[in-house]
């Protein structure tokens, strides 16, 4: 199993341009969430999905998109990338089964928007 | 924010010694976790503990859960120079929605 992918590892954006973080899992997980990672901040949840089809705000989602047509793509869309928006960002993924607990997270993402 | 702290911020320890680090949250939970973050890299889960358990063990990691101080605390024994990493505590509310995570601790162990 490759567990979480995420690609890029590195991006360099201009303010008000566009992309899209990929993510993607293969161990059939039904619950996936984006993560950003700022300096003395922690982990901050921005959006997630409980499966394909459904997917629901966290904690910062200002500025983000995110759909989930499969159970394993997860992308995350910079709509007008902001230099706010400069950070790591982490793709996680678990099961749904009782018990399973356990989050697993991909590589992340480096983004500078200059 | 429903965002836990961790606490110290930081610690700086001598290879052979325990460190301790120690986690609060806000609301009853499922289960509480602890994941390791070496530098640049993404986060692995270390250790969970569920709301009805006070101690849980694994090698040389002891974690404790006291849930009427809605509190948790990591301990790491003879610590080795390649445990250097951030350490975060997620809180689980409910085992159906996403982690939670604190803002981590810094261990640095000098060789």
């Known amino acids: 199993n490759a567990g979480v992918t995420q690609t890029p590892k590195f991006q360099v954006l201009k303010t008000g341009q566009s992309m899209t973080l990929q993510c993607a899992q293969d161990?059939?997980?039904?619950?996936m969430s984006w993560y950003r990672q700022d300096p003395g901040m922690g982990l901050r949840l921005i959006h997630y999905?409980?499966?394909?089809?459904?997917?629901d705000q966290g904690e910062v989602p200002n500025g983000y998109n995110v759909s989930r047509s499969t159970t394993e793509d997860f992308p995350l869309r910079l709509l007008s990338a902001a230099p706010s928006q400069t950070s790591v960002y982490f793709c996680?993924?678990?099961?749904?089964?009782?018990?399973?607990?356990?989050?697993?997270f991909g590589p992340g993402t480096r983004l500078t928007v200059t | 924010s429903q965002q836990g702290e961790e606490d110290p911020q930081a610690l700086s320890i001598q290879e052979g010694e325990n460190a301790t680090m120690n986690c609060s949250y806000k609301?009853?939970?499922?289960?509480l976790q602890w994941y390791r973050q070496n530098s640049g890299r993404g986060l692995v889960h270390l250790i969970l503990i569920r709301s009805n358990e006070r101690e849980k063990h694994s090698g040389r990691l002891r974690v404790t859960l006291d849930t009427s101080k809605k509190s948790s605390s990591l301990l790491i024994t003879a610590s080795r120079a390649a445990d250097t990493a951030s350490y975060f505590c997620?809180?689980?509310?409910?085992?159906?929605?996403?982690?939670?995570f604190g803002k981590g601790t810094r261990l640095s162990v000098i060789a």
């Open positions: 996680a993924s678990r099961s749904r089964q009782w018990g399973s607990y356990e989050q697993y």
């Open positions: 161990m059939n997980h039904e619950y």
């Open positions: 999905s409980v499966g394909a089809g459904i997917t």
């Open positions: 997620a809180t689980d509310y409910s085992g159906n929605t996403p982690l939670v």
């Open positions: 609301t009853s939970i499922n289960n």
